[in-house]
């Protein structure tokens, strides 16, 4: 898989056999990671010949498709449908497929619109080029210096990976995995809900009672970056809790082929009662739309965890070679 942005290209290897994927840079800043990968296919977001059915089949219960026009995209025939939203309406930060492109006769995906609700519309998905073509061997060979590290990736495209830290201050600190160009910024923060979780034993019930996370917050902003696309997010979680504990935690996403620098998810050691920040950079392979959300939870060192406290999703529209929004 291939993803144009600004002067370089970000190219995706998937080995299915070793379950292993390469993530290769070329351009201005070319860089080579390779890390575990879960599926013995494609991701669905990113390879449109095997994954338009089950990219369909996610629309919302009750969407209705509608005939436009035949319209071909990049030279390749297609036919253009609307799609209406359900009677009920999603959350005004969900983004919606609003048009799609079908390639005839096969109905593959070769172009995608959406937007969340009020929202200007923005591409998703486009195909630039297809050909049947064998393509060349060379192709699949990645470079011998590929750096491993313990990303995971699996076929709906989310990445997540491990990273330990600790935090000395009383009342606030900070665990930054921003890459080595990030500066720590944030904007709008989001609200906290919980969620219930399986209740421990009782021995440990006291124990997570005792240490609970209080809140979460989550603050984003789009920043300048070297590299194909030019741009990345730098994404800044809050976790406060009522007493010394290790807190679990994990950033996700609906946008596919995202890299959160240092993996999705973690643990870090807070020693006292107060608030910690987790600030991470988000690399994008090309433009994308969507959200981001976090979650943390009290962990004991057995690995059971408490009730899971969510953030308000924080949405994204990442255009690649744009100059980034004020915030």
């Known amino acids: 898989m291939q993803s144009v942005g600004g002067p370089g290209k970000l190219v995706s290897i998937y080995d299915f056999e070793a379950h292993k994927v390469y993530w290769i840079m070329t351009g201005p800043m070319p860089s080579c990671s390779a890390g575990r990968y879960l599926s013995s296919r494609a991701p669905i977001g990113e390879d449109p010949v095997t994954g338009s059915a089950q990219v369909l089949a996610t629309l919302p219960k009750g969407s209705q498709r509608k005939f ?9 025939p297609a036919r253009l449908e609307e799609i209406a939203a359900p009677a009920k309406p999603a959350a005004a930060d969900a983004v919606q497929f609003s048009r799609i492109w079908l390639s005839e006769p096969d109905g593959i995906i070769v172009k995608m619109e959406g937007a969340t609700r009020g929202g200007t519309p923005s591409t998703m998905l486009e195909v630039k080029r297809s050909t049947a073509e064998k393509p060349q061997a060379a192709l699949f060979v990645p470079p011998a210096d590929c750096q491993v590290t313990d990303s995971e990736m699996d076929d709906s495209g989310l990445m997540r990976g491990h990273a330990e830290a600790e935090i000395s201050a009383k ?4 665990i930054n995995l921003a890459d080595k160009t990030g500066q720590s910024s944030a904007s709008a923060s989001s609200a906290q809900r919980n969620t219930p979780a399986p209740s421990p034993a009782p021995s440990s019930t006291q124990t997570l009672a005792a240490t609970a996370v209080t809140a979460v917050a989550l603050q984003v902003r789009e920043l300048q970056a070297p590299g194909p696309c030019g741009r990345k997010l730098q994404v800044r979680a809050t ?9 679990w935690y994990r950033f996700y996403t609906t946008a596919t082929g995202l890299q959160f620098y240092g993996g999705a998810m973690g643990t870090i050691r807070i020693k006292a009662a ?3 920040d987790v600030v991470k950079d988000v690399a994008f392979p090309a433009s994308k739309a969507g959200e981001i959300r976090f979650e943390a939870a009290i962990q004991e060192p057995s690995g059971r965890r408490g009730g899971v406290t969510i ?12 100059v980034p929004p004020r915030t």
């Open 68 to 76: 436009v026009r035949q319209e071909a995209v990049n030279g390749i």
């Open 171 to 174: 009342a606030s600190g900070e």
């Open 239 to 247: 976790v406060s809790i009522a007493g010394p504990a290790t807190v």
């Open 274 to 276: 107060g608030s910690a």
């Open 311 to 322: 953030a308000n999703a924080a949405t994204f529209n990442v255009v690649c070679g744009a």
